[in-house]
């Protein structure tokens, strides 16, 4: 996939802002593109019996040599407390801003993404964020995330507590076009 936007210098946010939806259906086809077939096969999330509170784990962003775009972040999340909580919004430096999406796959096998307000956990549960599924997107990032790069998050939860977790920078696998 090559970047939608023109090559050019640094440019001022009024055209960035009107290439929004096309930015934002380039990430939402890149998204689905990487969906995994088959994830039922793997739903056992190993949240540790040791931790208290809300653990992350397993927390990976897709490197992007975009700058001023998109990415995904993914990761699993344990909820060793005895109150169902709900992830309601995330934050990190290198972004303009973090959505909540869900990426469904309709009976015809129509890929779509939609924003959700909130990704609920539920007591003693887990919930997996993941390619096809469930992820933060990543908008207006402030230059590229190469493989290997550490991006910090931050979750902010439904009874007000923030989980700061760094998300290792995978390329892309596989990818031929
Ligand atoms: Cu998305």
């Not at 055209?15 to 929004?20: C, E």
């Not at 039922?40 to 653990?55: F, K, L, R």
């Not at 890929?111 to 919930?127: D, E, F, K």
């Not at 290792?168 to 990818?175: F, G, N, P, V």
Request: with cysteine; hydrophobic share 45%.
């Amino acid at each position: 996939m090559t970047s939608p936007l023109p090559a050019a210098g640094p440019s001022p946010f009024a055209p960035l802002l009107a290439l929004a939806g096309l930015l934002f259906a380039a990430a939402c086809a890149g998204e689905s593109a990487d969906a995994d077939p088959a994830p039922s096969a793997q739903t056992e999330i190993p949240c540790p019996d040791d931790a208290e509170g809300v653990s992350i784990l397993g927390a990976w962003v897709r490197a992007t040599s975009n700058a001023n775009g998109m990415t995904a972040a993914y990761f699993n999340v344990c909820n060793h407390g005895r109150e169902a909580i709900e992830i309601v919004s995330a934050s990190t430096p290198i972004a303009g801003a973090v959505e909540l999406h869900e990426t469904s796959r309709s009976a015809g096998g129509v890929v779509s993404m939609r924003p959700i307000s909130s990704l609920p956990v539920a007591a003693g549960g887990a919930a997996r964020l993941a390619p096809g599924g469930a992820h933060l997107m990543l908008m207006r990032l402030a230059g590229e995330i190469a493989a290997g790069d550490s991006v910090p998050l931050t979750l902010t939860l439904s009874n007000g507590e923030t989980v700061d977790v760094a998300a290792t920078a995978k390329a892309r696998e596989a990818t031929a076009h």
